[in-house]
């Protein structure tokens, strides 16, 4: 038994050392068939991949050259049209613009004026959109804020305080006293005539004293009147009046201006005996024009430097004080391009009509006399006569 136990034993080892080997072989024969399965992947991988680059520089070879053939086209294109131009085709277009010059009527104005007026597109459009939004700022548009009762209240009380102030009153009748009293003795020459050279400079010191308690009472009503406007804001009613207040005053003092500069123009400008009429006629037209447009070009920068104090004096903030300035600016702007244009317009479209109808006219007669019958000179035979 002990035997056959041993070999028994033996038998299974040499089984299992069996079975070992056989399962080793399966797994290398296995081992070998996936190796050689990934080589060919990875072949096939970088055979993929070279695929990918050659075709990628192939493309970019492709482009290249169908970029160096279009530039060659060009240029052999270019050579010929270089080539015709410099012969039958220059000449062509020299010939076709000496006929349209030739075709195009002498003289003429409207051409030019044309070139002049705004072409249409988004400068335009911007252009119409800020004048409308300007002309309603001006006329139209209503104050965004109104203040409550309180304000209104407050307003009134520091604006009347600031009107009917005793002191400021009191200071300004000294003031007027102070000024009549030195009138009376400011003579010529007072510096060297008696007794005006012992009247006067007293009278120059009482003068000066009032003169800054005057100043120091107007101080006071402009800070009494500033506090009451900050009470009610920029864009109230109160803000928005005082500033087209502020505008139509600039713009009738730009007028103004305008209306005498003209006069004393007209004054020392009387046409010469040599000068005809209509030329006098458009220079004192041209002299009319350039003074409006200086008068209300200055009234349109004194209303912004006002328009700066007055935002001052409402005491607004700096987003506030910005917008409401462009908003006013933009109206004022507005109405002095209104203005210059139209005067503009309307007498560049005067002499247009004016030379327009000269025009016409010329061409008219010139067509008359080409209708005319033209008289043929026929020279007549000399006859001679014959004696035999």
């Known amino acids: 038994m002990q035997w056959y136990n041993g070999q ?8 299992a050392i069996l079975r070992r080997r056989i399962q080793q072989a399966i797994y290398n024969e296995w081992y070998s068939e996936q190796r050689q399965s990934l080589i060919k992947a990875q072949a096939l991988a970088r055979m993929w991949l070279a695929r990918r680059r050659y075709l990628r520089w192939h493309t970019t070879q492709r482009n290249g050259v169908i970029a160096l053939q279009a530039i060659a086209r060009t240029r052999q294109e270019r050579k010929r049209y270089l080539a015709w131009h410099d012969g039958v085709g220059r000449r ?59 304000e209104e209240g407050l307003y009134s009380e520091l604006m009347q305080q600031a009107v009917f102030s005793p002191e400021a009153r009191e200071a300004q009748q000294e003031f007027m006293h102070r000024q009549a009293e030195l009138d009376k003795v400011h003579v010529f020459g007072w510096r060297w005539r008696a007794p005006y050279d012992q009247l006067v400079p007293p009278r120059q010191r009482d003068l000066e004293d009032a003169r800054r308690r005057f ?36 713009y009738q003092s730009g007028k103004d201006f305008a209306k005498r500069m003209t006069f004393w123009d007209v004054m020392f400008g009387l046409p010469s005996r040599d ?43 700096y987003l506030s004080g910005l917008l409401f300035f462009l908003v006013a600016m933009s109206g004022a702007s507005a109405m002095v391009a209104t203005f210059i244009g139209g005067m503009y ?24 006399q080409h209708r005319r019958p033209q008289m043929r000179h026929v020279p007549q035979r000399a006859h001679y006569a014959h004696y035999d």
């Open 8 to 15: 028994r034993r033996g038998i299974v080892a040499a089984q």
């Open 215 to 250: 100043d120091a009472a107007l101080r006071e009503r402009d800070a009494l009147q500033s506090e009451a406007k900050a009470a009610v804001g920029l864009f109230s009613q109160y803000g928005v009046d005082e500033a087209r207040d502020r505008f139509w005053k600039a």
């Open 345 to 368: 317009g309307t007498a560049v479209g005067g002499v247009l009509a004016i030379a327009q109808s000269a025009q016409n006219n010329a061409r008219l007669r010139g067509n008359e």
């Open 92 to 150: 062509g277009i020299v010939a076709a613009q000496a006929l349209a010059r030739r075709r195009q009527p002498q003289g003429d104005i409207s051409v030019n004026v044309r070139r002049l007026l705004p072409k249409p597109g988004p400068k335009m459009a911007m252009g119409v959109v800020w004048w409308a939004f300007g002309l309603y700022a001006l006329f139209m548009a209503r104050a965004p804020y109104t203040p409550t009762a309180a």
């Open 275 to 317: 000068e005809e009429f209509y030329v006098t006629i458009l220079r004192w037209l041209g002299q009319i024009m350039m003074n409006f447009t200086i008068g209300l070009l200055s009234a349109l920068f004194s209303f912004g430097m006002s328009l700066v104090s007055m935002i001052w004096e409402y005491k607004a903030g």
